[in-house]
């Protein structure tokens, strides 16, 4: 059970009260979670207050990573599960707790995890959210979806631990899945593909930003491997080398 | 799905923190709850901490009823569950949130569900936990076993949430179990068996407390039905009239 627990990173991004950030890193100890790391947090995650709610969570709060980008956050963890409050954001379906979690968890390898959870007023961009590739959604009552984030997490961490002792109890086979590429992998990948398509004049400047996002659900839902962006890569490299040959 | 909800009461017996309640009425409104309990709150539950915690979920904040103990707080609902930190208290073995969840939703009445928790700080007493048929404890890191109340609360509203969905889904046939009798009915029958008891010598003042604890465990543990407490009650009248009569 804590094997799974101790590989899972917890990543606020841009968090802007002490209270959450404090009662969240309570919970990472309550379960056992490896590491919290916060991009661009919006006010002191050391103050008294986030102390005060940590109780024995402060030292997760003081070896706190800080990261500009989530991108950053993310880059050594293959598999990455964020969190919506929305209904539907049109690109990468969202899922139930249960689903997106048994599906993190469904590999032997040492390769982190990465649990995100955005702004409290205003979760993840969409931008965000393709860099994941599930992406949950808690159900709440109709009337008021708003929830807390620190409850939000409470539920998260549940479910992980839910679904490992599952596990464990059924004496399930561990399936070896694949893990997909790194986000820094997929994210050089579709780099290099912006910059190729746009020297051939597939993109324009006004058009780059939603046609690579589309790109990006793709390879997102599909759960991209090493292998497959490799092979893209490399098919890049050689259509660069076939228009630059042409041209001289 | 919102209709085992909106006959679901939440308890907190003896909050001492008005974060906490202010969290967990905006959790029970973003659940649907229908009711919040305070059994003797050391805090004010109105305050203004309360009321900035609780955003939409200030109506249950303002529509929320105290009681002076838990039995008079769960009279209506035949069907209760606990939650405990520890892990074995000895007499009504733990349970995991789902099993005592499944249990408590397991049946097409109308009747009233509660959900108990205890002081941030002790939790329950072994006599309160005697008043559920249910204990939950929930799994956590050994290191740390020392949940928030309001992230408990989440957890808890989750499961609800999450088993009456998947009951839904399968489109299971609702288990039409019988309720077990009300806390007030089996509360009344014990009182009624231990002045029998302390009559006839069975029990003395310091014997009292620690095997009527044993009795209510069993009824307990048996989900004993409205029928058969009133079985009992008639065994009691039958054998104190005999005993009268002989005295005569």
Tied chains: 1, 2.
Excluded at 7 to 30: D, F, Y
Excluded at 97 to 103: F, H, L, N, S
Excluded at 153 to 170: F, G, K, M, P, Y
Excluded at 182 to 197: G, H, M, R, S, V
């Amino acid at each position: 059970m804590e094997v799974i627990l101790q590989k899972t990173n917890l990543i606020l991004v841009e968090p802007s009260g002490s209270l959450n950030i404090g009662s969240v890193a309570r919970l990472c100890e309550n379960f056992g979670i490896k590491e919290l790391r916060l991009v661009t947090p919006r006010c002191d995650p050391n103050n008294d207050e986030a102390r005060r709610m940590a109780l024995k969570g402060k030292k997760l709060l003081d070896k706190a990573k800080e990261f500009s980008c989530l991108l950053d956050a993310i880059a050594d963890c293959p598999r990455v599960v964020a969190t919506a409050g929305r209904i539907d954001h049109g690109t990468i379906p969202l899922c139930s707790p249960e689903e997106a979690i048994k599906w993190s968890i469904e590999t032997s390898k040492k390769s982190s995890i990465a649990l995100v959870f955005g702004r409290e007023d205003r979760g993840l961009t969409n931008q965000e959210l393709l860099l994941a590739q599930k992406v949950i959604t808690i159900q709440t009552s109709k009337n008021y979806k708003s929830l807390n984030l620190s409850h939000a997490v409470a539920i998260v961490l549940h479910e992980l631990q839910r679904c490992e002792a599952q596990r464990s109890t059924n004496n399930q086979e561990v399936i070896d899945a694949e893990d997909p590429a790194t986000p820094k992998q997929i994210n050089d990948c579709l780099n290099d593909t912006e910059a190729l398509l746009l020297k051939i004049g597939f993109l324009y400047k006004h058009t780059t930003k939603a046609r690579m996002s589309k790109i990006r659900a793709l390879l997102q839902r599909a759960k991209v491997r090493p292998e497959e962006v490799s092979l893209i890569r490399g098919v890049l490299r050689q259509m660069r080398w076939a228009i630059e040959k042409q041209n001289y």
